[in-house]
């Protein structure tokens, strides 16, 4: 069990086979860490710096600077509003919305102990809420005037 939010990107990103493209946090996993660990494993963190954050690494070379500097000058650039736009950041919400109905649906735990049986539980858990997702979207209608 971890300690800090902080502490989970480098423990798992490693447990990851294949090309991560971006990985998105909180203000929580604003730390050298965390970036070091997504640095590491190729991929554009978008993690929003926490408010009044200064630059890590001054100067222009590209293989140097953390992305989190890049994220922070673009935040002062544009405004957080922007960045988040720009950065796809909307994404992370969108999955902590989508874990906290399943929780809710279907509780935290797995009954399953095998690691086989708890992927397939886990199948079949997501495969139950897309259907329920898909039953309770309303049908739209484009109306002509």
Known sequence: M??????VPPES????????????GDGAYDQRQCYDAIREGKARATIPPRRGAKIWKHGNAQGERHNRDDNLRRIRKVGR?????????HRRSLAETTMFRFKTIFGGGLSSRDFGNQAVELFIKCAALNRMI???????YRVSA
């Open 2 to 7: 971890t300690s800090s939010d902080g502490q």
């Open 134 to 140: 898909q039953i309770a979207k309303p049908n739209n």
């Open 81 to 89: 509003k922007v960045w988040k736009q720009e950065s796809d950041y």
């Open 13 to 24: 990103l490693g447990q990851i086979e294949g090309d991560i493209e971006q990985v998105s």
